[in-house]
């Protein structure tokens, strides 16, 4: 009998760091159990495959990387189908389904996968099963299982109408994971597995409900009497086992001395910022460019690796070398062991250096908490924090809060889970800031975070890397106007690395005029960007300079106005155009303003003051091809600055929300606004 050829469907990805990869190799893999045969291609080896005549389903898996980029091996791909020549029918022949990575803690979700999307269904390709968009920031499983799990049915469903239309190209397939119809809108796929309320009150452990008020431990009606629908629980994939033996600990190498030390504010200042300046010169790997980010690594605090250890049963087994592999027959796509273990590690080791004791624990983590919690209330408490319907609790009490994973568990005291489940939920600690640049030496400007006592942390607490920063220098910091610090005492040293990826640059041609928007700390990577002009000006006194712009704000003109006299430096040698600042208390006022303030409230944020210079702002924007960089918080600052500049093209261009936002959008593309966000 001849043997049918199987139907084939092509899996092409996207990847940065491996995951969006080995996603699409399980797919590729598991196709065989469902009769089918996968074509899998990385997006760059576009000799491996031909969108142009495939006429079998496509599956897409992307991340984005960088600032809303896509990764590199995707680079050429998104390019090639952004081409403007392309016609409308281009990919008519085309049928898709698209999973999505990305991580909510970046301004830009997804933005790969949705500039593939759209780019496809311009050009005329047809959806056929709604796209995931899967979210680092809370666990990928979440979307990707369930994604997974419906892909089959949609990839035969394809296949069939695909069969049964040849003679009419006209796809209309959208299916739901679970496969019922959908709308392409609709496109979040969740999983969830429904718990109803227990038939005890819920409630601190063993404490009346009436008596009580909501916090972390203790929930109230509606949401302790609902039905809940919980996140399906992540497949463990890390066995970790613990030996009594002899082990050799790596030696950092990335390690350089802090050189000096200054605090930035005034001592009555609500914030303390500090600059450091550290000593590179031994370390020429450590070679960057203005606008440039870096990781610092720190340890977790000493008393909190012992309450840890503590609180895990393990004190005992501090010096014991620790070994983590995969689990054999975990169900998790993609799975790895994390690269940031290394080999060779003491349990004292692991939860100084590699376990972000500090971090807040995301739903995933949460739910597979349950697993392991004895007590029933305390079981429901945290069903509901991960739940649909418990959003606004953990919202309120965990996000917002910046919980610790130590602060849960201590919260939960019947809650024993295994290190396994730390190690898989859990990257190691780093803080990114960008800098400015002296030859031999890199300056970084932080602000010395404060999070207050909340239900949860009897105790307000300082950010863990910045408070850890502020105590290393703490006996020897200079206030401005004493420059010297380091004395006579061994200077301590911190481990950096330098961020691969960076688009935040000033522009490469020095005639175009470019706008800065960097309140608080957020001035700091153009302080370096006005030291290459100063520097590019010496170079080239014949050259025609582009007008540069800088929006600052902070509270109080005489204690927390960073970098005044080098802002004011700048100004005076003509390296800086406009200074705009703007005080947010007291009623300072920034001379020069008043002509133009007049007639309106005094500008308190930075937003404020683009309005009020929204003709020059919008006339370099949008006429002379100019660049707009913001720098600093991303919550409030940055999604203010960005509602502002719509209002301002509304204005300016005459023209609709819609078309404003298009237009923003498109500045974004051309890397003519770019953001360096945090928060
Ligand atoms: C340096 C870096 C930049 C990132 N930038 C973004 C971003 O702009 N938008 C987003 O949604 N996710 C962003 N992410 C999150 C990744 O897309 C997410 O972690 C994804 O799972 C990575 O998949 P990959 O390993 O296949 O690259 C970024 C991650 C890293 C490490």
Request: charged share 20%.
């Amino acid at each position: 009998m001849p043997c049918e050829a199987k139907p084939r469907f092509l899996v092409l990805y996207g990847s940065q760091k491996g995951q969006a990869q080995s996603i699409a190799e399980g797919i590729a893999e598991e196709a065989e159990d469902h009769g089918l045969v996968a074509e899998l291609s990385c997006l760059n080896q576009n000799e491996k495959y031909n969108l142009e005549k495939e006429n079998a389903p496509v599956v897409f898996i992307v991340s984005t990387t960088g600032d809303g980029e896509p990764p590199d091996n995707a680079l050429q791909f998104v390019k090639r189908i952004k081409k403007k020549t392309l016609s409308t029918d281009h990919y008519k022949h085309l049928c898709y389904a698209l999973l999505a990575l990305g991580d909510t803690n970046y301004e830009n979700f997804c933005n790969c996968g949705k500039t593939i999307e759209r780019r496809l269904q311009e050009l005329g390709a047809k959806q056929f099963y709604a796209t995931g968009y899967a979210d680092d920031g809370v666990g990928l499983e979440v979307v990707v299982d369930p994604w997974l799990e419906g892909l089959w049915k949609a990839i035969k469903g394809a296949l069939s109408k695909m069969a049964s239309d040849r003679t009419d190209v006209q796809l209309n397939l959208l299916t739901s994971p679970a496969g019922s119809p959908m709308l392409a809108s609709q496109s979040h796929a969740t999983a969830s597995v429904t718990t109803s309320a227990p038939e005890t009150q819920t409630g601190d452990v063993g404490v009346p409900h009436d008596a009580l008020a909501a916090s972390l431990t203790c929930s109230l009606p509606p949401l302790s009497e609902s039905s809940l629908n919980v996140p399906a629980l992540p497949s463990p994939y890390l066995d970790v086992s613990l030996q009594d033996m002899d082990i050799m600990e790596p030696v950092r190498n990335d390690a350089v001395p802090i050189y000096r030390a200054v605090q930035m504010t005034r001592g009555d200042s609500v914030k303390t910022s500090l600059l450091l300046e550290l000593d590179i010169s031994a370390n020429p790997m450590m070679a960057y460019q203005p606008g440039d980010s870096f990781d610092v690594f720190c340890p977790n605090r000493a008393t909190e690796v012992e309450d840890m250890l503590h609180r895990l049963g393990l004190q005992d087994q501090r010096n014991h070398h620790v070994h983590v592999s995969l689990k054999k027959d975990t169900r998790k796509k993609g799975a790895q062991v994390p690269s940031h273990i290394p080999q060779n590690i003491s349990l004292l080791y692991l939860l100084t250096w590699c376990l972000e004791i500090r971090s807040v624990p995301k739903k995933a983590f949460l739910r597979a908490l349950v697993e392991h919690t004895g007590d029933s209330v305390q079981r429901r408490r945290l069903q509901e924090l991960c739940s649909k319907q418990g959003a606004t609790d953990y919202n309120l009490y965990v996000r917002d809060s910046n919980l610790s994973v130590l602060e849960l568990l201590a919260a939960f005291p019947s809650c024993w889970p295994p290190l396994s489940l730390l190690i898989g939920q859990n990257p190691c600690c780093y803080l990114t800031h960008s800098c400015l640049k002296h030859p031999g030496k890199l300056h970084f400007v932080f602000n010395v975070v404060e999070f207050p006592a909340c239900s949860g942390r009897p105790a307000g607490r300082r950010g863990l890397c910045t408070g850890w920063l502020f105590d290393l220098i703490n006996p020897g910091l200079v206030f401005p106007g004493k420059p010297e610090c380091s004395g006579s005492r061994a200077l301590p040293k911190i481990h950096v690395s330098l961020r691969p990826y960076c688009s935040f640059r000033p522009p490469s041609d020095l005639s175009v005029p470019f706008i800065m928007v960097g309140p608080g700390t957020g001035v700091a990577p153009f302080i370096g960007f006005l030291q290459q002009r100063e520097k590019e000006r010496q170079e080239n006194p014949e050259a025609v300079f582009g007008e540069t712009w800088l929006f600052f704000g902070c509270r109080h003109r005489d204690r927390d106005y960073l970098f005044r006299e080098e802002l004011e430096g700048f100004v005076s040698s003509g390296i800086l155009n406009h200074l705009k600042v703007c005080f947010s208390r007291g009623d300072e006022q920034e001379q020069g303003e008043k002509e133009i303030t007049t007639s309106v409230a005094r500008p308190r944020y930075v937003q404020h003051n683009l309005l009020l210079n929204s003709q020059y702002i919008t006339e370099i924007l949008l006429r002379q091809n100019g660049c707009l960089y913001v720098c600093g918080d991303a919550k409030n600052m940055a999604k203010d600055v960005n509602d502002t500049l719509i209002e301002m093209i509304k204005t300016e261009l005459q023209v609709d929300q819609l078309e404003a936002m298009k237009r923003l959008a498109g500045l974004r593309e051309e890397k003519r606004y770019l953001q360096d966000i945090w928060g």
